[in-house]
């Protein structure tokens, strides 16, 4: 008997792996939830902002990989900036302090990113764990 389960466990944690699915990402912050929320409806356009997509405009980062660019201090100036003046091509976008602060959390709580070679030869990033895909 005893090893009829070693066998089950052995063949349910083969299946995870084979498929993919590791253990569920962590729980979001009432604060990265609401971040969430804010960059589904304003950024999500334009920007992939869960860890595990491409972005629609081919142009605006990941948000994986703006949280490998920046520390949580520069999101903070980089949001303030966008919300005065945008940035490039993306228009100013009205944020207030909470709001930036819940969109930092948010960023802060994606995985961590790693770098892979793409079609073309430049890095491709790509989410490593953290959020789950939206």
Do not use: K, W
Not at 52 to 65: L, W
Not at 75 to 97: C, F, K, N, V, W
Not at 109 to 128: E, I, K, N, R
């Amino acid at each position: 008997m005893r090893h009829v389960l070693m066998v089950l466990i052995l063949a349910v944690t083969l299946t995870a792996c084979a498929t993919g699915e590791g253990p569920p990402p962590a729980p979001l912050s009432p604060a990265a939830e609401r971040g969430q929320q804010f960059v589904l409806r304003a950024c999500a356009g334009c920007h992939a902002v869960a860890g595990r997509e491409a972005s629609p405009n081919a142009v605006a980062p990941a948000f994986a990989s703006i949280r490998m660019r920046h520390t949580e201090i520069g999101l903070e100036r980089s949001l303030a900036q966008i919300a005065r003046e945008g940035h490039g091509e993306m228009p100013p976008i009205y944020m207030t302090d909470a709001e930036m602060n819940d969109i930092v959390a948010y960023i802060e709580s994606l995985g961590p990113v790693a770098a892979t070679p793409g079609h073309d030869g430049d890095l491709q990033y790509t989410s490593v764990g953290g959020a789950a895909p939206i």
